[in-house]
């Protein structure tokens, strides 16, 4: 997690393109799902791991949170963030998520979106978090899917024509580093099998209360005609649980 591309600025520029990036939460093809998934947030406390524009800590705000700290590795990221994201309430860190550190039962709610596959040991967040939540708090996080991190190159088989025809995967029960490219860009990311994801919940006490492979919403697969590959094979997950 520690490697930060997102301040190099090619790498930034190219991120600032996409579509999550430009309009928000309704820009991420995952978020009509996740949306619904998080509970109430009238008066609660919350942590947004890895918050790149402060899109769901804005969400947060509005939605009645007393208070929201978003941490994120990249200046560049927070810089935006508090320029097009900065409300009353929320205050934003740079801090890697592996140097995170607080009291225990300090928030009611943990968010993280997209961002767990970076860090290497999914165990010491998941213990980190349970510890900070209060009782009852909940967690709730997007990850990309096993079986789209397993092979690594993260891209399709094509045919001599170029069309697309599978989604490989492979290695998928040998855990760990994955060099792929994002963006143009070497990237580190780390692959763990949907087992792990869940026993290490399980482990530290979570219980779980909703598992989603999300599809892309009706809308994106009428505006967006290639939306349509995003239906060959998960590309997200995304985990609720329960402390």
């Given at each position: ?27 991420a ?29 804005r ?43 607080y ?51 993260q891209?399709w088989?094509?045919?001599?024509n ?25 990237v ?5 099998t949907l ?49």
């Amino acid at each position: 997690m520690k490697e930060n591309k997102y301040d190099n600025p090619s790498f930034f520029d190219q991120y600032e393109k996409m579509l999550r990036s430009q309009l928000g939460l309704e820009g991420a093809g995952e978020w009509h799902a996740l949306k619904h998934m998080l509970p109430d947030f009238t008066g609660k406390k919350i942590l947004d791991l890895g918050c790149g524009f402060g899109w769901h800590c804005r969400y947060a705000m509005e939605n009645g949170a007393k208070s929201v700290i978003g941490i994120d590795l990249s200046e560049k990221m927070l810089t935006k963030a508090r320029e097009i994201n900065s409300l009353e309430g929320i205050q934003y860190e740079r801090k890697a998520l592996e140097d995170v550190s607080y009291p225990t039962e300090q928030f009611d709610l943990v968010l993280s979106s997209l961002t767990l596959h970076y860090v290497e040991s999914f165990d010491t967040i998941a213990q980190n978090i349970y510890q900070w939540l209060t009782s009852g708090g909940h967690f709730v996080f997007s990850v990309e899917h096993p079986v789209f991190t397993a092979e690594g190159s993260q891209d399709w088989v094509y045919d001599k024509n170029g069309d697309k025809t599978c989604w490989p995967v492979d290695r998928y029960f040998i855990e760990g580093k994955r060099n792929t490219t994002f963006l143009g860009e070497n990237v580190i990311k780390y692959h763990r099998t949907l087992t792990s994801y869940l026993n290490t919940l399980l482990k530290h006490g979570f219980k779980i209360l909703e598992i989603i492979e999300p599809e892309p919403s009706q809308e994106m697969l009428k505006e967006i005609p290639e939306m349509k590959d995003e239906l060959r094979r998960p590309m997200m997950l995304l985990i609720s649980v329960e402390k």
